[in-house]
Structures are given as structure tokens and as C-alpha cells.
Antibody
Framework: QVQLQESGPGLVRPSETLSLTCAIS??????????WNWIRQSPSRGLEWLGR?????????DYAESLKGRITISPDTSKNQMSLQLNSVTPEDTGIYYC?????????WGQGTLVTVSS | DIVMTQSPDSLAVSLGERATINCKSS????????????LAWYQQKPGQPPKLLIY???TRESGVPDRFSGSGSGTDFTLTISSLQAEDVAVYYC?????????FGQGTKLEIK
């Protein structure tokens, strides 16, 4: 079955860049039937969809409007993973970051990784 | 953005009794071309990611016990647990995937009375 595993630093300084990776097994990041999402969870914001990528003859990416200009989601076909970069972070970006797939409803989730933004 | 509002925020039900959680969307999530409601329900236990229970408003995910059922259409939806078990203690979320961004309800915490 499909499994997802997030990884990355647990602590990021304010104004710096948050970088996470989601390793995918049991499916392909470039599958034309799957969509791969980043979602975060915090007490103040609840569950918040951040963005997604999929491959439908070409690579597509969608981002939450509130994060446009700060967020980049990139697939890596050589490693079968996707990455999340979030620039200029503030303490408001603290939360548990999940990758989730494989469609518009989220059948598969990673275990999540806690990211704290603090100096 | 489509706003999802759940009620109640918390709920205490006796073992073996019925639990009902409501979810209302700020606009219809029914796609007229296929008559499908773009609404899912998740269960989240402490320290775990959300788990998909229901999609298309009423289709139970494989392996989910049949005491869980989803109903509703348009803007008003319900998750029902017909006979509460101890392992059902969790926070439950609805999610719409009709529009981008996909959005979640604020969650309903279900406890044993």
C-alpha cells in the first residue's frame, strides 16, 4: 500500500526557510492518477491545506492563496518524493506538517513532522 | 474559500449509544454534472494523522466499520456512529474537495459519557 514519510528540521528560525521532504512508497510521484498534498495542523489554524502537485501530461502545482509568494512544492522523480519550501517563516508557521495523497480526499497520510518556528 | 462549520464542538455519548456530528458548508459542494457531493469525513486520534472514514459524503472507506455512516447533500451533512465503541474516542473533521483550497471543519471532539 501507499506510504508517506515526512522529514526535515524540527526547528526553524524566524525569517528563514522551512524545507521538508515527503518520501513516497507504493506509488509514483509522477503517477497520472495521484495528487500529492501538503497540509499543516496547529491549534490556532486547525487543518490547513497548503498546496499540491500532480502530473497530468505536465507538472501542475496549486497553492493556498494566503501562502503564494512564499511556498514552493517540487516533485523529485529520481527519489520518488516531493518537497515543500516555505520562505520567510514566522511563529505563525509553527505546526505539524503532513503530506497526504492520493486524490482530492486524502486516503493516505504521513505521520507528520512537528516544525517549530522560534529564535 | 468554502467555510466548513461543524457542530457541536464537543460531544459526550454513552457506550453503545448513537453519536451524530453535523457539518455545514458555506456553499453547496454538490456537483450537478455528476450528482456527487465532494465531502469527506476523517477521524483523528492523539498523536496520529487524520484517517479517512467517508468520501463522496456517504461512501465508507475500505476497512471502516459499518457503524460509521455519512449522509446529507448540498450544504448539510452528518456523520453518524450508530453504536459508540471505546475506540471511537477521537476528533472528527469534515472536509470539502469541491473547491480550491480544500477546506476542513474545525473538528468535533467525541468523548465517552
Amino acid at each position: 500500500q501507499v506510504q508517506l514519510q515526512e522529514s526535515g528540521p524540527g526547528l526553524v528560525r524566524p525569517s528563514e526557510t522551512l524545507s521538508l521532504t515527503c518520501a513516497i512508497s507504493g506509488d509514483s510521484v509522477s503517477s497520472d492518477k495521484s495528487t500529492w498534498n501538503w497540509i499543516r495542523q496547529s491549534p490556532s489554524r486547525g487543518l490547513e491545506w497548503l498546496g499540491r502537485t500532480n502530473y497530468r501530461s505536465k507538472w501542475n502545482r496549486d497553492y493556498a492563496e494566503s501562502l503564494k509568494g512564499r511556498i514552493t512544492i517540487s516533485p523529485d522523480t529520481s527519489k520518488n518524493q516531493m518537497s515543500l519550501q516555505l520562505n520567510s517563516v514566522t511563529p505563525e508557521d509553527t505546526g505539524i506538517y503532513y503530506c497526504a495523497g492520493t486524490g482530492s480526499y486524502y486516503r493516505t497520510w504521513g505521520q507528520g513532522t512537528l516544525v517549530t518556528v522560534s529564535s | 474559500d468554502i467555510v466548513m462549520t461543524q457542530s457541536p464542538d464537543s460531544l459526550a455519548v454513552s457506550l453503545g449509544e448513537r453519536a451524530t456530528i453535523n457539518c455545514k458548508s458555506s456553499q453547496s459542494v454538490l456537483w450537478s454534472s455528476n450528482n456527487m457531493n465532494y465531502l469527506a469525513w476523517y477521524q483523528q486520534k492523539p498523536g496520529q494523522p487524520p484517517k479517512l472514514l467517508i468520501y463522496w459524503a456517504s461512501t465508507r472507506e475500505s476497512g471502516v466499520p459499518d457503524r460509521f455512516s455519512g449522509s446529507g447533500s448540498g450544504t448539510d451533512f452528518t456523520l453518524t456512529i450508530s453504536s459508540l465503541q471505546a475506540e471511537d474516542v477521537a476528533v472528527y473533521y469534515c472536509q470539502q474537495y469541491y473547491g480550491t483550497p480544500n477546506t476542513f471543519g474545525q473538528g468535533t471532539k467525541l468523548e465517552i459519557k
